[in-house]
């Protein structure tokens, strides 16, 4: 993939990390065709700037690390926008034609793209919708209810994976950081979950077999493993895009 031009290699990478973006982006922002966007928004970027990721990093490039950084940078800038707009008079936003330039490039760029298409889309096992998107909307208010610092943390280890070595170098934090912030998250959720769907994640039978902080530990990441499975197979198919299932 290092000697593959930087389109090719961005095609590649949609394949292959296509639906962990997204799903990681849709976890922090909560809103479907946001995160479709903001996907799509990801790997313009990393059009851009591979080539120059690639030079820099030589044998130690990480594109999935690389792809979620530029992922949450994407959503963070996002969210400054949307604060700066609740500001901005009116009368300063009207367009000029350097803006009408830029936004015409945009669209372009748009219509080249390839679009991306949700997880879940066209997955043949039998999953009741009713109940699968039930829980998909429980998960995602809960995970709404905790804060950024947490979730995000959250996200990158039971929906990307990453080991807390590569969430630390990732959020520029200490290991030690990273493992707290993760108790903390798990223990959040747990709580919030059982508010949103009235759903204990431990009945009595399992509390019984989990008295020691670890063993209980290592049953709530199960519960959460189970609960971003059921988020991926709930997922809504978008109206027009290739599939990725």
Known sequence: ???????????ALIKEYGKLVFHTIYGLTGDWEESQDLTQDTFHQALRSIDAARCSSGEQFRPKAWLLRIALNTVRMQQRRRKLFRFVPFSLMRENRSAEQAEASHEKLNEQAIPVQPVGYGATKS???AELIAEQDAVQRTMARLPEALRVCLLLSIVAGLTTAEIAEMLELKEA?????????????????????GEELFDNSQTAYA???AQQDCASEQVLHEKSRHVRLA??????????A
Do not use: C, I
Not at 1 to 11: I, N
């Open 1 to 11: 993939m290092d000697t593959m031009p930087a389109a090719q290699t961005v095609e």
């Open 127 to 129: 999953v009741d919708p």
């Open 177 to 197: 950081a990273v493992r707290q912030r993760l108790v903390r998250a798990r223990k959040q959720f747990q709580q919030a979950y059982a508010y949103e769907s």
């Open 211 to 213: 008295t020691h902080p």
């Open 235 to 244: 997922a809504r198919p978008a109206t027009t895009g290739r599939s990725y």
